[in-house]
């Protein structure tokens, strides 16, 4: 079995900051590498990338419209994934998921998901 918990949402006041974490567990994820993704969606949207990082934290990668303001980062050892969201706008309201791709390297979307965790933006 392979499990992703994501955690850390909440309500926020734009111009804040909130961490998620994404945290892998399962005999999948302890038998191979896995490179991790985080989508949001906003009601009413269609689900979109975030950001992703490959198995060995130094290949990372960004939405446009993210980059300098979302950072994501991992920890193997922990078996969990961080999402640093900064300067927090309402336009980042969603929900928010990790998933996992039983890969070293991301290739665009996950094998697995996480149930989702709430972000809310108040303005």
């Known amino acids: 079995q392979a499990q992703l918990v994501e955690s850390g949402g909440g309500l926020v006041q734009a111009g804040g900051s909130l961490r998620l974490s994404c945290a892998a567990s399962g005999r999948a994820f302890s038998s191979y590498a896995y490179a991790i993704g985080w989508f949001r969606q906003a009601p009413g949207k269609e689900r979109e990338f975030v950001a992703a990082?490959?198995?060995?934290?130094?290949?990372?990668y960004y939405a446009d419209s993210l980059k300098g303001r979302f950072t994501i980062s991992r920890d193997n050892a922990k078996n969990t994934v961080w999402l640093q969201m900064n300067s927090l706008k309402s336009e980042d309201t969603a929900v928010y998921y990790c998933?996992?791709?039983?890969?070293?390297?991301?290739?665009?979307?996950?094998?697995?998901w996480g149930q989702g965790t709430q972000v809310t933006v108040s303005s």
């Open positions: 990082i490959n198995w060995d934290g130094l290949s990372t």
């Open positions: 998933t996992a791709s039983i890969s070293s390297t991301w290739h665009g979307r996950g094998d697995y």
